[in-house]
């Protein structure tokens, strides 16, 4: 299964991404590309996923998203989560049956996630939740939520059906970027969940079981926005040796070569440090989160400026509908917040970067 640029063009217009898409997904096995054979995945490396990741990414960032939450959720069990836990829901989340929504984002904690007030109560062997989630990727499809909370003052998180009484999801359409996404608002009022549902104890929830999560997100939309860029070039190539202005090519222009360049020369930047963070998550270095945001952090800026570039370039083909250049420059808009934003990553790289030195680690 293999979208094309049309397909994610429609889907992207009607905000919609089809069951059958989603279907076709998962039975190429996409949802555990990492996951171990045991869980019902493919026990591919973390350079499998990427490179999977790169090839989806570069014609429809929507479908890497339903990638990337699926891969979110199950990096969080899979870590975090007990024998009986990921016995249950691994194979689910591999095989499809089962699609996940990371509920993190609230309306007063976006970048700052210790700031959330969804409340877990714990009664015997019952998690009552409470609270209100903002922008959950495929929260209008999703049937289990990895929620994020507080319990007894502690972060936790605790998985959720989607079927359970109490929730309610409002879709959201119209956002910048990541329209086939079918992003929702989710409620969840005294929702009652089974104790077995808590995901790590309470104190974990943040520090460890969301962090396993976002860094996987970043893992795979910094290989999402690698291919975004070099699918960027590829079209602005095409396209300026075949227009020409009068007897001349736009690819004779100095100032079109010159664009050019820096578009190819970000994208080949940022692949190879999505390379350079998939080497470290398959070595297991202890630098592997520090490189993958390093990556996340230069490819979406890549995605950014190569797909804004080629806009320029192709001038009105680049701001038709059915544009994958004009899709790109806003869904990578979008990139440079989600998974931790431009300036949360520079803060992040400067702080490792900063203790190497203190610790003398770095020569």
Same mark, same amino acid.
């Given at each position: 299964m293999r979208p094309s640029e049309l397909d994610a063009a429609d889907w992207d217009d009607r905000g919609v991404l089809p069951v059958d898409v989603r279907d076709a997904? !998962?039975?190429a096995g996409?949802? *555990?590309t990492d +996951?171990? &054979?045991?869980? *019902?995945g493919l026990g591919g490396s973390q350079a499998d996923l990427g490179e999977l990741c790169a090839e989806i990414g570069a014609v429809c960032s929507s479908v890497r998203g339903l990638v990337t939450v699926q891969g979110m959720v199950s990096a969080a069990i899979a870590r975090w989560g007990t024998a009986e836990q990921r016995a249950d829901w691994l194979p689910a989340l591999a095989s499809g049956e089962q699609l996940a929504g990371f509920a993190a984002t609230e309306p007063g904690a976006g970048t700052e996630l210790s700031a959330v007030d969804t409340r877990l109560e714990r009664a015997g062997d019952v998690i009552t939740v409470t609270g209100e989630k903002r922008w959950v990727t495929f929260g209008q499809e999703a049937t289990v939520f990895l929620v +994020?909370?507080? +319990?007894d003052g502690r972060a936790a998180t605790v998985l959720? @059906? &989607? @079927?359970?009484a109490g929730v309610t999801t409002e879709p959201v359409s119209g956002q910048l970027g990541l329209r086939a996404a079918m992003i929702a608002h989710v409620t969840f009022d005294r929702v009652r969940v089974p104790a077995g549902? +808590?995901? !790590?104890?309470? *104190?974990?929830g943040l520090s460890h079981v969301v962090a396993t999560a976002l860094d996987h997100g970043r893992f795979t939309v910094a290989w999402g926005c690698a291919g975004m860029a070099a699918a960027c070039v590829a079209d602005t190539a095409a396209h300026v040796v075949r227009r020409r202005q009068g007897s001349v090519a736009l690819a004779e222009h100095e100032l079109v070569r010159s664009m050019l360049a820096g578009m190819a020369v970000d994208a080949t930047s940022a692949r190879q440090l999505c390379l350079a963070a998939s080497r470290a998550r398959d070595a297991g270095e202890p630098g592997a989160v520090a490189t993958t945001v390093m990556a996340k952090y230069a490819a979406a800026r890549a995605a950014a400026s190569s797909s804004r570039d080629a806009v320029q370039l192709l001038g009105s083909a680049g701001c038709a509908g059915d544009s994958r250049a004009g899709r790109f420059f806003r869904d990578a808009k979008v990139m440079q917040i989600i998974e931790g934003s431009d300036q949360v990553c520079e803060l992040h790289i400067a702080d490792h970067l900063l203790r190497q030195h203190r610790t003398g680690s770095v020569a």
């Open positions: 997904v !998962a039975k996409w949802f *555990g +996951l171990p &054979a045991r869980y *019902g +994020l909370g507080r +319990l959720v @059906e &989607a @079927e359970r549902n +808590l995901v !790590a104890r309470p *104190g974990f």
